[in-house]
């Protein structure tokens, strides 16, 4: 069973979208950017295909033929087309580099159609010293899926879109087997068939795929609900330059470590997964949603801890800081004026009718007593209408001068307050200093009984080098989260960006650890170099 | 903070229990070994202390006074008192072979006060060539703290019961820093004095440590409610050969593998766990018993499987087959004669009172509209009150000439019935061609969305050998464990009795891992040999 790909419409090699949902911005954006963060109005649009040069592929006839060999000639691609379209992931940097014509290419788009054709790339890869960097939806905001070379002869994107079928259902343990290369609405769509969903809804759910999720452990709208992307996980399937690796167990096991854990966030360094086995559940029969209004973010994120330790969370829990609300995530997303004043929380509730009235009660109950109002439907149906829409809403301000981008961190409760603020002081201090002072908002989205994520957008006029703007705001931003003591990241992953802050994240002897694992799997070390392991 | 340890009775060197708490078989228990299983009624004391014959400690000099400088000459006993309550775990085997007067021990046994006295101890042994096995509770029932030489010269035991402190406790984010020492109830007191509770539970509650729930992934009988020991677990830090591992991040992180996960569950082979920050929860207000009968065990557990995927578990479920029901545990445990057809469902709720409330409510819902009809608080109580009991009676049984002994797996809910039909009938093929008939009761006592456990108790009468009698049994059960694709185990780990079944559990590859991880931190190879990791 697989999806028809035309459905989705391919995105941009230089922008989230695909352009055909792009949409202007309207005017009291326009107004905001150029009264409240000083941003000329000028547009700053993308150069041409045409313009980008993109170096000669040198892969080497022998890889290349050999290569054939295992997936056919016609899909070991090496046009500038299907480079440029691999040129690596989605943060706004990526964006500003290729849209002003600079594009890192590998040397051959590779497309494997299964698992035993991914194993024997690996194979031939590790043989001749090629490096191999793993794509999925190509979302990465974190630099994932750069093509590196690494020192190696050539580098070789492996593009896992032929891998998008649903392989096993078995709806009486609750678990689908899906192929790595499956999107979101394509996994959600053959799910859905027989009446099931995965519950899996990060913003990133147009393009991104089952086996970037499992890869870069990521965590969707719903995660209060559903649970992270690594906790749905029940079983993966890797392909490494020395074999398979699954460690299928049972639902839970005292079999030793969870080696399953080594593979989920292992971002193609210890092997590319190929198929993923993750808990579902039935299409939820009821559907409640419900926004709240707390007097601030301590009030807010309080009422979040107390449903979270009293194990009566939402499907959906979403709480916007002050300063979110206010802008309202643009009026046409959250609406409603009522919903701009002290702090937004989204609520959606999902599952059976007796389930949903059962914990609607519980929880409203709780956040009644941490002094929430309920501001009725509206808001929460209204910004669900537009969840997967703010990185589109980016494309169209990097069309306008402006800049914009994302960063994430996760903490304890008892962290949480001095978290946000340090991380948004350093980010205000920063851009302030560059002469670009900026808005930077914040929510909370995914919560747990210790502590919860927060999710920064920052935007600000574009200053004359954006990429090295950036570049010295998100370093200002990742030394306060490390000062502070909360994760580097709670969902983007680690990537090229973040590699330098593994050490702070799992000590020295950790970092040993992963090269130890690595060398296991991948001795040439041909697997997505440079990405996530510390260099020795 | 810490608790005074002579309030817990100290374990007997033969037995579970501490001989105190021991109370002799009621007649009608006779009754059904003699006519139910053939038991002749002869007792089969254990041999005295005085005739236990230890082998000579081979400690080396050198080294016995180098670890004397790091944790002080008192505390590295090489006497056989010591020694011999150091010698192994408590699985039937166990206490079979230490009841006839055999024993494994160790060439002494250090009792570290500190992270960094472990830490030095390790590098001492790591230097010397001397194997060196972790002790917490000393509950293993599958040979996981047996001191064993595995090739170095000596072994030591470490005995983590001065590591007994709380060191942090933060109530905003609901965790605690504990040491890996504190047994169940010590852990207990020290956060019931400020109001908090673990929730952890498993049968080895009043013995097991800290630390030896994380390095084994325990799972108590609360799992429903709290999860298993590994799911609570935010933070560890171990000491190896190579210095500290403390993979602390927050309650979620994308930065890489998740390298707890390898801790949790290395059985001491990777590191001696030292600290364990957990998940903990407010003393519950409120606490409901239910006690429900289902007309069979699989009705049971098909509403089992409803409550774990609508996310409406009770705090504990626990579903005895039909003949654990029949034999009602022994009647004084779980009570009542109607509780004695069918399957026994017991359920316990715990929280504040509207948290109780709202999930009784919504639970008892489904389980009535599964086919269960409510039998009140009493048999529920009574298992409650009864709960750690059954090891102290498998002591009295092993007095009276019978054997007895468990093991459990888990698998997925589809593969549930032919899991439990498959390992019931193995122990009963291979003991009744033995010529000792068993009867073969089970439970599911830890559920999940996507599968649960089985938990098999087996009494029979004792053969010529039982040590090989039971050997031969517990191997027909592990073969059809690993032939109809369950895991060997859900809770009680690998240690030396499950090893060999590690490969079928992850793989070839899998085991080159853990062999590869185990190389990074223990190049000497010292920590617990022998254990977990198949041998190349």
């Known amino acids: 069973m697989s999806v028809p790909h035309d459905r989705i419409p391919t995105p941009a090699w230089n922008a989230w979208g695909s352009g055909e ?9 326009r107004a905001l950017l150029e009264e409240g963060l000083g941003v000329p109005r000028r547009d700053t649009p ?12 040198e892969l080497p006839a022998e890889v290349r033929s050999e290569l054939a060999g295992i997936v056919g000639a016609s899909r070991v691609r090496t046009d500038d087309h299907t480079r440029l379209r691999h040129a690596g992931g989605k943060s706004t940097p990526d964006l500003l580099r290729r849209r002003s014509g600079e594009a890192e290419v590998a040397d051959a788009v590779v497309f494997p159609g299964e698992h035993a054709e991914v194993e024997n790339v690996l194979r031939c890869c590790s043989r001749h010293g090629i490096a191999v960097t793993a794509f999925g939806g190509g979302t990465s905001v974190v630099g994932g899926v750069e093509p590196l070379r690494g020192g190696f002869a050539a580098v070789v994107t492996l593009d896992l879109a032929r891998l998008d079928g649903l392989l096993r259902l078995d709806t009486e343990s609750g678990t689908a087997t899906l192929q790595a290369g499956l999107r979101g609405p394509e996994a959600e769509e053959l799910l859905g068939a027989h009446g099931y969903s995965l519950g899996h809804f990060p913003q990133s759910f147009e393009y991104a795929t089952i086996g ?26 890797a392909a490494t330059p020395r074999g398979t690796l699954g460690p299928g167990r049972a639902p839970a096991s005292a079999a030793g470590p969870d080696l399953r854990q080594l593979l989920l966030g292992s971002e193609g360094t210890f092997g590319v997964i190929t198929e993923v086995t993750v808990r579902i559940h039935p299409v939820p029969a009821e559907k409640h949603h419900e926004a709240w209004s707390f007097p601030d973010f301590g009030a807010g994120s309080a009422a979040l801890r107390e449903l979270a330790r009293t194990g009566a969370l939402p499907t959906v829990a979403r709480l916007s800081d002050e300063v979110e609300t206010g802008l309202n995530l643009s009026s046409e997303e959250v609406g409603g004026p009522a919903a701009s004043d002290g702090c937004l929380l989204v609520t959606t509730y999902e599952g059976s009718a007796e389930h949903v009235a059962a914990r609607h009660s ?32 980016r494309d169209a301000l990097l069309d306008v001068n402006a800049l914009a981008e994302t ?37 909370v989205s995914h919560v747990y009984p210790t502590g919860a994520s927060l999710y920064f957008t920052v935007a600000c006029a574009r200053g004359r080098e954006p990429v090295e703007q950036w570049r010295r705001a998100k370093r200002a931003a990742a030394e ?24 702070a994240e799992v000590g020295d002897l950790g970092v040993e650890v992963l090269r130890a694992v690595k060398s296991a799997v991948d001795p040439e070390g041909v697997l997505n170099p440079g990405k996530l392991v510390p260099p020795e």
Not at 21 to 29: K, M, N, V
Not at 363 to 383: D, H, M, N, T, V
Not at 410 to 422: D, Y
């Open 480 to 503: 306060a989260i490390a000062a502070v003591g909360a994760t580097i990241t709670h969902h983007h992953a680690v990537g090229l960006d973040h590699r330098e802050w593994m050490t």
């Open 212 to 237: 970037g999720f499992a890869a870069t452990r990521s965590s969707g709208q719903a995660s209060a609900g559903y649970g992270r992307f690594d906790d749905m996980v029940v079983d993966l399937r």
């Open 362 to 393: 519980e929880a409203a109950e709780l956040l009644r007593a941490a002094g929430g109002a309920s501001l009725g439907p509206e808001p929460a149906i209204s910004w669900e209408r537009g969840r997967f829409h703010a990185p589109h809403l």
């Open 21 to 29: 949902d792009a949409s202007p911005l309207d005017e009291s954006l």
């Open 46 to 57: 993308p150069v041409d295909e045409s313009e980008v040069r993109l170096r000669e592929s």
């Open 407 to 443: 960063l994430e961190t996760a903490t304890s409760w008892a962290n949480l307050h001095a978290t946000h603020a340090a991380v948004r002081d350093a980010l205000t201090e920063s851009l302030t200093e560059q002469g670009t002072p900026p808005l930077v908002m914040c929510h």
